[in-house]
């Protein structure tokens, strides 16, 4: 017979939590009035401490170094040495995912052992949904063994940035490997690994589009996007799981409550954006400023995605999508045609650019993804999200960060506005197309 | 060895002298530095956590030593956690157990070799092997746990595969106690390779008795647990092998000479210019013991110290890998059992006899280094990676 025999169970004792100032009270007024009396040593305002950490880091000793890749078969010496710091970080980074994808697939494999041992929890993940997360996280770690061995590099090192990887990663393991810890905060922990995954494979991306590694790139946009499955899945049982814990009802996507961010009182993330829009919508009558027509077009996209979000009918939210995507393809077509050509004739502008085209490249594939998917697919709410998400980021990028301002820097008006009436013009011809 | 311990004076006691900034150094590197700096720092980690150890218990039983033993300690204390936090913070407890038993390996391979006496080489081979095995499950745990892989750790000095299964160590007490060997007519090297491994031993017992409880998954804490249990058994057999017919004078010497030895045999080895000149430093201070030590020893012992330690050094403990010595010890001796102080095959051993009786009780709801171990192969990578063109060609070149 085994020796354990299972320990009495919980209920018998009381559960309480003694670590608050209030359990005991007594206890507690004198260890406060005690400290209140006490009269520390030293000044605390004194920069020794920083001082002394300075010290250790002035030695300037790494964690670790970059291994010297290796001659791949067939590429040029002399080409090699040139491309040689950038295949360094490159490895460097594909060995931080590939240590992130490989304890993915174990992290997995530890949640799926619990969920499967534990009576199915209401609102939890499947196992199959689990599994298929598990088995895409060993996907992209093969993937990654692959791209690294083409690169000439040793798929085994442990990288600097692998390692840590490796010690970010080692309080996720231990919350997920606990045997007393509930679903939900093993996905609380695992949504921490999918948020830094995908942005993992973001920069991992467009490290490799920037180095010229097309067929890596296309294998970090592969991954990208089953990622981002990943983490839309585990966001959502992660609410739905916190909000049956709270006894409140599952809300439709559509509830006011879950877009919280953007209610009433008009401090929504994106700024006064409707009054911006007005005087902009004034303007554009007259005005044929390259710039501002390219705006206007972020603008309208972005109320379209505010009307399917508030759509309360699927029918309607798929109509709503329909010229989202309409416009978004004419949107893409015309800076991709016209105005990007224009600004990488100015080399301030190219990285921005690129980065620009690499975030159209996404957003054309998301597009292309939803158009693939089975009428009633839980995936369509999830995907349009991010679709919003990614598009107001491209905004935002352009608009408010450094390519915009630039231009105007760098273009008079008159070349902004004749810039403008191409655009103006490729964008009708596009539409006469459409119609015809 | 050309090193008089006798004659070298080394640094006195009273000038061996540390700050916290001199103890606290910028830590080695786990992913630069050779896999055997960190063996010799896991090491003399031991070693000086066994001078500890051995002057406490010296000192409960001498009045008169105690203040001279607190002396000595209160150095004996600063080199340990010199020398334990040149380790870093990124070595996970697993990536450092990883460690442990590849010091337990190479060490005890290296001092099985060298060893003299035919019957304490054969406990040291046997003892070797459970290691050997610690290492394989414990590899199995990080890869099927974690996702990493424990030869980045190794460096391919050390082979990752079952030894005499973890599951058959468990012994009685009575089975793990073994002969000593006679003070008065043992040669030096014996006696300092005894010291050496029962330090090393008991601080991996005592690391994995600390870490154990730090896991969260629960077959990790029984893996901990079952192999803390062996390592107790370990400090068990090596302790025994010391004979305690040693005056604690005698004792206290052969640990000075001991720390003088391993300190020594590091300094040949080492590559890392930083730690190199922590060795040699810490040679001298040992050294300084020493000469402390030979004093005490000529009042109250009033014998030739000459008999107990040697003039000159044996040969330095060997950092290389041992891996051919110990794939032949693994052919040969993986079946062996032990019975009182001797060894048998596994085939004399009955199920009636103490030992088989207690490794039946103790594994009566499972084996945890059997459950997280099985099927397990190590491959480069871990068990979840393919084979990439470049390791089908290192293949084919061996």
Known sequence: ?436 | MSLDIFKEQGIALDQQQFDWRDLVRVPTSKLDDDAFTRVRIILMNGIESEALRFQHSCARMNKDLQLALARVRRVEQHQQTLVNWLLPADLSPLETTIGFEQVAIEVTASVAEHEPDGYLAQVYRFGLLEDFDHLYRYSALMDRLTGSDSNNILQSYTDILPGRPTSVEHRAPEDDLRQCYDCNTAQPITKLNAVTLMGGEHQTHDYYMTIGPMFADPMARQLYAEIASIEEQHVTQYESIIDPEESWLEKWLLHEATEIYNYYSCLQYETNPRVKSIWERFLNYELGHLQFVLELFRKFDKRDPAQIIPQSLPEPIEYKSHREFVRKVLAEETDLRARGTQFISQDEETEGMPSPQYRQRMNASGSPSDTVAAGYKWRPGTELAEETADITELKNVA
Not at chain 1, 296 to 321: C, N
Not at chain 1, 368 to 381: C, H, T, V
């Open chain 1, 1 to 436: 017979m085994a020796a354990y025999e299972g320990e009495n169970p919980v209920a018998n004792e009381e559960l309480i939590n003694r670590t608050g100032i209030m359990t005991h009270p007594q206890s507690s007024a004198e260890l406060i009035l005690g400290a209140e009396e006490s009269v520390p040593g030293g000044d605390e305002n004194d920069d020794e401490l920083a001082m002394q950490r300075a010290e250790y880091l002035n030695e300037g000793l790494p964690i670790g170094s970059n291994p010297v890749p290796g001659k791949p078969p067939d590429v040029d010496q002399e080409e090699l040495a040139e491309a040689a710091d950038g295949t360094t970080v490159l490895l460097d980074k594909l060995g931080e995912r590939l240590a992130f994808e490989r304890q993915g697939t174990r992290l997995y494999e530890s949640f799926l052992e619990k969920c499967a041992a534990l009576v199915t929890e209401q609102d939890g993940p499947e196992v199959d949904e689990l599994r298929h997360i598990r088995d895409e996280e060993l996907e992209h770690f093969k993937i990654l063994q692959q791209a690294i061995s083409a690169l000439g590099g040793d798929a085994t090192v442990q990288t600097p940035s692998a390692d840590v990887a490796g010690v970010i990663g080692h309080g996720i393991l231990q919350v997920v490997s606990d045997p007393r810890t509930t679903t939900a905060q093993c996905l609380q922990a695992l949504l921490s690994a999918e948020l830094a995954d995908n942005d993992g494979w973001d920069l991992l991306g467009k490290l490799a589009a920037q180095l010229g590694h097309s067929e890596l790139e296309e294998q970090c946009q592969q991954a990208f996007t089953e990622e981002q499955e990943h983490l839309e899945k585990v966001r959502g049982w992660l609410l739905a799981m916190t909000l049956a814990d709270a006894q409140v009802a599952e809300p439709e996507s559509s509830d006011e409550a879950l877009n919280w961010r953007q209610d009433g009182d008009g401090n929504e993330p994106m700024g006064a954006g409707a009054e911006v829009n007005e005087t902009e919508d004034d303007e554009s009558e007259q005005s044929t400023d390259a710039l501002e027509l390219l705006a206007q077009d972020h603008q309208r996209v972005k109320e379209l995605f505010e009307q399917a979000e508030a759509a309360q009918e699927d029918k309607e939210k798929k109509r709503v999508f329909k010229e989202i995507k309409k416009e978004l393809e004419t949107h893409t077509r015309i800076e991709e045609t016209i105005f990007y050509p224009a600004m990488q004739e100015h080399e301030e502008l190219k990285d921005m650019v690129l980065e620009s085209l690499e975030e159209h490249r996404q957003v054309k594939k998301m597009l292309r993804d939803m158009d693939k998917l089975g009428k009633n697919s839980e995936m369509f709410e999830p995907k349009l999200k991010v679709l919003q998400e990614n598009v107001e980021h491209h905004a935002e990028e352009e608009e408010e960060g450094k390519m915009f301002p630039k231009v105007r820097e760098l273009l008079d008006a008159t070349e902004l506005n004749e810039l403008g009436e191409e655009l103006q013009s490729a964008k009708k011809n596009r539409r006469s197309k459409r119609k015809s």
